[in-house]
């Protein structure tokens, strides 16, 4: 059986008030709708991050009827869970389990929630859990505990989960270690993380889908590594495949970041590049050096076929200043101290204990802090 599993739509986003930015995210959701149609997938996944809010605009539930409708009438289900930006603050009713009626099936409220699934003559696990945050964050690790008991008993299942996984975001935003990951499981689907990630050579198969457009400046840089995309996922007989569709509707966008002399060439390049869709660019500018703020205005006010937010000006001449890439464990003890002394006494202990050299470091901790034995 086949499945699309999307993720972190976020129906609704309205950046800076612009109606086309709203629009691009209704498209770009349609789009990867229109794909698992296409495809004629068995059943949607989605793994929350409906809407942008939990109380979303009547044009935003509008625009869901729309979509769920084209699947209602093709008789195939979806199944979500709530993200964090889904979940009411207050005693409301949870916007997408009013379009139960179109065959839309929020999952794992409260707790995880199973369901067997029959496709081709083959059943499937699909277990659910909602984003659990503030007090329900304790439980997510004994939910997972249950969920991986039921599916021991099943050659094919998928557990939906809206939650941050070291090491996909900085140790500080995640809830859950990838150790604490259930290991039965053929197919882990993950929303929250808005870059996508599909870790499939071993089981279980592991993936954030990631967004379906972007909702902040962060997502540039994955973004125009790897666009943005859905999977699409075959599971039979406790095989998975699952292949990344890369989506063409979203807007480009990218980051000018120039010194007052050259912005407009690089401005240029970017109108000038060959694009997936002919939707206008979307790019932040900030501009460096001593530079005549109302000319660059104007200047920019004249550019057609782009949309610019900003421009930012800097005094500084750029610089290419190296930024910490987190890709060194340095890195993450400098992001958590914020002290570079404590970071490299972090790095000097934890250099000594990772080779189990237990009483050198134990020496090393009496000598930092000057203790007499
Ligand atoms: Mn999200």
């Known amino acids: 059986m086949r499945f699309l599993h999307l993720s972190d739509t976020h129906l609704g986003y309205k950046e800076y008030m ?87 099936k929020l999952l794992g409220v409260n707790e995880i929630q199973n369901v067997v699934l029959n496709y081709n003559n083959e059943d499937l696990l699909l277990s659910g859990l909602s984003n659990m945050k503030g007090l329900r964050k304790n439980n997510i690790v ?50 929250h993380v808005h870059d996508s990630y599909l870790i499939d050579d071993k089981y279980p198969v592991f993936s954030y889908a990631g967004s379906t457009d972007l909702n902040s400046l962060n997502e540039i840089k994955n973004y125009l590594k790897n666009k943005k995309s859905v999977n699409l996922v075959e599971i039979s007989n406790g095989n998975v495949n699952a292949e990344k569709i890369k989506l063409k509707s979203t807007r480009y966008q990218n980051i000018v970041d120039s010194d007052y002399n050259n912005y407009l060439n690089d401005i240029n390049e970017i109108i000038n590049m060959k694009k997936e869709n002919n939707k206008e660019p979307l790019i932040s500018v900030t501009i460096h050096g001593d530079a005549d703020k109302v000319e660059i205005k104007n200047k920019l006010n004249e550019i057609k076929n782009i949309i610019i937010r900003g421009p930012v000006f ?37 250099d000594t204990i990772k080779n189990e050299d237990v009483d050198n470091s134990y020496d090393l901790i009496k000598k930092i802090f000057q203790v007499e034995t």
């Not at 498209?27 to 793994?47: K, P, R, Y």
Request: hydrophobic residues 35%; charged residues 30%.
């Open 142 to 191: 004994n939910e997972y505990r249950k969920g991986d008991v039921e599916a021991k008993n099943y050659k094919n299942s998928i557990l939906m989960s809206h939650q941050g996984v070291s090491p996909y975001l900085i140790p500080e935003a995640c809830e859950v270690d990838s150790k604490d990951l259930p290991s039965n499981y053929k197919y882990l689907a993950f929303g």
């Open 18 to 104: 612009m109606d086309l930015r709203e629009n691009d995210f209704y498209e770009s959701f349609n789009e990867a709708i229109d794909t698992g149609l296409n495809e004629n997938v068995d059943f949607f996944v989605h793994t929350g991050d409906l809407f942008d809010t939990w109380s979303p605009s009547n044009r935003a539930l509008n625009e869901f009827k729309k979509s769920m409708l084209k699947l209602y009438n093709k008789n195939k289900t979806m199944y979500l869970i709530m993200g964090d930006h889904d979940r009411p603050k207050r005693s409301d009713e949870i916007a997408s389990k009013i379009f139960d009626f179109l065959g839309v």
């Open 314 to 350: 800097e005094k500084e001449i750029r610089k290419i200043v190296e930024k910490p890439n987190m890709s060194k464990l340095i890195d993450y003890f400098n992001a958590y101290f914020n002290d570079s002394e404590m970071a490299n006494l972090a790095n000097t202990i934890y």
